[in-house]
């Protein structure tokens, strides 16, 4: 095809000339490589066309440019002449050795620079870019300081975080001289150069950022724009500053705008942020640079006094000076600043930061949270039972208040098992009308307190005659019939506090409630859900841990019997063969010990294996198991006798003060195995005198605790007088 030479319309004696040319469309991708051959000629005459349809804007995402390497490579590195150079190419700049190192100069080189190419080279580039070319908007420009990191941060974001140097300060000019509007420009966290600056506490760099702000003429106030910009996180470049602590940029900030403390206007405050980092300077700084006009307002609701009884108690005491109406101020959750403090440890004392609290509005005490609990509830629930008094003197009628779920203090007490307070409210006379509240399940304390299986707090609410021992709740129940109810059916050991529980409220007379005995035991039945199949489960663990342990007291013992402590008689004396020791008092005691060690262990080895024979029905075998529980225990008394007595025997002439106090240490080992069983009669002792008296509680517990201890102590008992009948006999 031809081409027509283009013509001068006004001059009617043009010469008109007409040359050989080509037209070659590339309607797509396919067609690039002919329009490449074409350029590769590198003909002067050749003339390249390129058209490309437009496309809508509206088709197209815009997509945010990536920073360049060299660019991003200069800013981080504060390298201002470097960075000169690149925004100023094609604008009249000398070649790049003159301004910038020639590291630099081989760098922009290596990246493919435009400006100081020849032809040729232009004319390969210029056909390595048609195919992109193609896909570009028509117009379509891309500056360097359009490009963006992965953070989303400009180049004035960089130099803001990297340095504050003169040649961070110096870039920052020319980048801002370039751009100004990069000033405000946000990265994807929200951040300004002035929050990355603030954060990287880069004093310098914050002043300076300021200063350029102060220049832009603009008609408004640019500084105050720039500083009281917030983040994703609403939060300033003084928030920045307070997190890392940084006092001087903080008073800088504040210098420049005074009402920046009481930004953001509904989040966590500078303030609230420096108690909470307990950055006492800094909070001080807040507060004397802000004319007293912060804001106090935190997370969730949360003011900075809820902050500052967390942290201690001098910025309690600051706070409260500053601004008592904090105290009445409740977070999301209702909570009040005392509902915090109530919840601290050891607070009870003159001056403690609860203290404190309750001095300046004592009101609180009667604020309540979402679920209805007050601070006395709070304090309950975590066993502060000096908090607790604390209220109690300071109140006395916030005994009585009770949350949602109609629960005093004590009910939570209860319930959350804290003994020390429940036992605290029992010995108090003041506190007695508050025994026999009920909740809104109609539960009294005592009613919880069996719930939660505490012996203990049991004891102490069954000591006080003032609670009533017959009250019944919205399903009937009194103390009495909840009781059973914690001693399920199946394997159980009776000594558990729950059937010291059960077994104490029959002893006092108890009564059950308005139903009959036949509907509360398929009541209980239903409840609790006896499954055999689980019963058997429960026999597995055990009947492995107590085979090895009695197993191991068979093999000792075993081995002792044919290895006797001072050896045996040469067969050349009279009674050669015998044991040297034979005929001795300990001697007789250390035979009959390791003899009943080894048969009682051997006992609880079959007790164990029948207890496990499957095809026995699950009452036969837990009395299997039970009777090697007792096998077992009564061996590992003999064994500890059987040593003490082969020690003694061994020591007795050359070291007789040692024989004797083995003898008398070895025996602890048994009475710490009974000392469970012993604190638990004592500890209900006291109860039991004060409702059924005292004659009889001494009978009923001492006859318990002697029969246990002739239970475990039966072998000992048979093997001295075994040995003293022996004695007498030669």
């Given at each position: 095809?031809?081409?027509?030479?283009?013509?001068?319309?006004?001059?009617?004696?043009?010469?008109?000339?007409?040359?050989?040319?080509?037209?070659?469309?590339?309607?797509?991708?396919?067609?690039?490589?002919?329009?490449?051959?074409?350029?590769?000629?590198?003909?002067?005459?050749?003339?390249?066309?390129?058209?490309?349809?437009?496309?809508q804007a509206s088709t197209v995402k815009s997509l945010p440019e990536v920073m360049s390497p060299l660019l991003l490579s200069s800013a981080c590195s504060g390298?201002?002449?470097?960075?000169?150079?690149?925004?100023?190419?094609?604008?009249?700049?000398?070649?790049?050795?003159?301004?910038?190192?020639?590291?630099?100069?081989?760098?922009?080189?290596?990246?493919?620079?435009?400006?100081?190419?020849?032809?040729?080279a232009s004319m390969q580039k210029a056909s390595d870019d048609v195919e992109a070319l193609l896909n570009l908007p028509s117009g379509s420009t891309v500056s360097l300081l359009d490009g963006v990191t992965i953070e989303g941060g400009t180049a004035l974001h960089v130099v803001a975080t990297y340095g504050e140097s003169d040649g961070f300060l110096r870039s920052a000019d020319i980048i801002h001289s370039k751009a100004s509007h990069l000033l405000f420009v946000r990265n994807k966290n929200g951040d300004t150069p002035l929050h990355c600056a603030a954060r990287a506490g880069m004093s310098r760099m914050v002043r300076h950022l300021i200063t350029l702000a102060r220049?832009?003429?603009?008609?408004?106030?640019?500084?105050k724009e720039l500083l009281e910009?917030?983040?994703?996180?609403?939060?300033?470049?003084?928030?920045?500053?307070?997190?890392?602590?940084?006092?001087?940029?903080?008073?800088?900030?504040?210098?420049?705008?005074?009402?920046?403390?009481?930004?953001?206007?509904?989040?966590?405050?500078?303030?609230?942020?420096?108690?909470?980092?307990?950055e006492d300077i800094i909070v001080e700084t807040l507060y004397n640079a802000s004319h007293m006009k912060l804001s106090y307002s935190g997370k969730n609701g949360q003011n900075a006094l809820h902050a500052a009884v967390l942290r201690g108690t001098e910025l309690t005491k600051k706070l409260l000076e500053w601004n008592s109406d904090l105290t009445i101020q409740r977070d999301e959750n209702g909570s009040t600043p005392l509902h915090f403090a109530a919840a601290l440890a050891q607070q009870s004392q003159r001056g403690?930061?609860?203290?404190?609290?309750?001095?300046?509005?004592?009101?609180?005490?009667?604020?309540?949270?979402c679920n209805g609990l007050f601070p006395i509830h709070v304090a309950a629930s975590v066993g502060e039972s000096g908090t607790v008094t604390m209220f109690l003197n300071k109140s006395p009628s916030s005994a009585g208040l009770q949350d949602s779920m109609g629960r005093t203090f004590l009910h939570v007490a209860a319930e959350k098992r804290k003994v020390r307070i429940v036992s605290s409210a029992c010995r108090n006379q003041s506190l007695l009308w508050i025994l026999n509240i009920q909740d809104n399940d109609g539960n009294t304390a005592l009613h919880l307190a069996i719930q939660a299986r505490s012996l203990r707090m049991f004891c102490a609410l069954l000591g006080n005659r003032q609670t009533h021992l017959n009250l019944s709740n919205n399903m009937g129940q009194t103390p009495l019939d909840i009781s059973p109810y914690g001693v399920p059916p199946g394997f159980f050991d009776e000594q558990n506090s729950e059937a010291k529980i059960h077994f104490a409220l029959t002893v006092v007379n108890?009564?059950?409630?308005?139903?009959?005995?036949?509907?509360?035991?398929?009541?209980?039945?239903?409840?609790?859900?006896?499954?055999?199949?689980?019963?058997?489960?429960?026999?597995?663990?055990?009947?492995?841990?107590l085979c090895i342990g009695v197993a191991l007291v068979a093999t000792a013992t075993f081995t002792v019997t044919f290895a006797l402590p001072g050896g045996y008689r040469a067969d050349e004396h009279i009674n050669g063969g015998t044991p040297t020791l034979a005929g001795r008092y300990a001697f007789d005691a250390f035979i009959i010990a390791s003899t009943f060690s080894f048969v009682l262990s051997v006992m609880a080895m079959i007790g164990l294996m029948y207890s496990g024979y499957s095809i026995l029905n699950p009452q036969t075998r837990r009395i299997y198991l039970i009777a090697a529980l007792?096998?077992?225990?009564?061996?590992?008394?003999?064994?500890?006798?059987?040593?003490?007595?082969?020690?003694?025997?061994?020591?007795?002439?050359?070291?007789?003060?040692?024989?004797?106090?083995?003898?008398v240490i070895s025996p602890l080992a048994v009475i710490c195995k009974q000392m469970d069983l012993w604190l638990k009669w004592a500890l209900l002792a006291q109860p039991l005198c004060t409702r059924i008296g005292l004659t009889r509680t001494l009978v009923m517990v001492t006859t318990r605790i002697l029969f246990s201890m002739l239970m475990e102590f039966w072998p000992i008992i048979f093997i001295f007088v075994w040995a003293t009948y022996t004695s007498n006999q030669f």
């Open positions: 095809m031809a081409s027509r030479s283009s013509t001068d319309d006004t001059k009617e004696n043009a010469v008109q000339v007409s040359v050989d040319a080509k037209l070659t469309v590339a309607a797509g991708r396919g067609n690039c490589q002919q329009l490449k051959d074409l350029l590769s000629t590198e003909d002067s005459k050749t003339m390249l066309v390129v058209m490309a349809p437009s496309i390298a201002w002449q470097d960075l000169e150079f690149l925004l100023n190419r094609g604008h009249g700049q000398p070649h790049p050795s003159m301004n910038s190192s020639t590291k630099f100069h081989d760098l922009l080189t290596a990246y493919g620079s435009h400006s100081c190419g020849d032809k040729g220049g832009e003429n603009t008609g408004v106030n640019r500084v910009i917030e983040n994703s996180l609403k939060e300033t470049a003084l928030h920045q500053a307070v997190r890392i602590g940084n006092n001087d940029i903080v008073k800088l900030l504040m210098e420049e705008n005074s009402e920046l403390a009481s930004f953001p206007k509904d989040g966590t405050s500078p303030l609230y942020l420096a108690i909470l980092l307990e403690s930061i609860c203290w404190q609290v309750l001095e300046a509005n004592s009101a609180a005490l009667y604020q309540s949270d108890a009564r059950s409630g308005g139903s009959r005995r036949d509907h509360f035991e398929e009541n209980y039945t239903r409840q609790l859900k006896y499954d055999e199949t689980e019963q058997l489960e429960k026999l597995k663990e055990p009947t492995q841990t007792y096998f077992g225990s009564t061996s590992g008394t003999c064994f500890l006798a059987t040593f003490a007595l082969g020690l003694y025997m061994v020591l007795a002439r050359v070291a007789h003060k040692s024989a004797i106090a083995i003898c």
